[in-house]
């Protein structure tokens, strides 16, 4: 297998390729246990990550708490990593919803989306 790619190992350490391509998941991460630089990677990113967040948390004033890790708030969800919804389950959902009153009117001003019937 290849060097990884930045999306690649993103979409692994968010859980993101887990729930969407498992085999890919496992291939990668035993390319993982072999390779040495894509491993030293993704410890980076990790670190990157880890820090970015225990910023943001210190921008917080005192009175509002930090949000908790994506992955506790897949747990207390009762969902892991591998429950994850993709971007094409979710499209797929919102079109079985039916068609949006107002779609396609007035482009780049926002206004009121209401969810009409399907068949309507």
């Not at 921008?59 to 994850?84: F, K, M, N, Y």
């Not at 993709?86 to 001003?109: F, I, L």
Request: hydrophobic share 40%; with cysteine.
């Amino acid at each position: 297998m290849p060097h990884a790619d930045e999306g690649r190992l993103h979409a692994y350490l968010d859980g993101a390729l887990h729930a969407e391509a498992p085999e890919a998941a496992r291939a990668l991460g035993r390319h993982l246990d072999a390779c040495a630089d894509c491993r030293a990677r993704l410890e980076s990113e990790r670190a990157i990550r880890d820090e970015a967040g225990a910023l943001l948390g210190l921008s917080l004033p005192p009175s509002v708490s930090a949000a908790p890790p994506w992955d506790e708030i897949l747990h207390r969800a009762g969902r892991g990593t591998e429950g994850t919804t993709s971007a094409a389950s979710t499209a797929a959902g919102m079109d079985a919803m039916g068609p949006v009153e107002g779609a396609g009117k007035r482009p780049g001003r926002p206004g009121r989306i209401r969810w009409l019937p399907a068949g309507r």
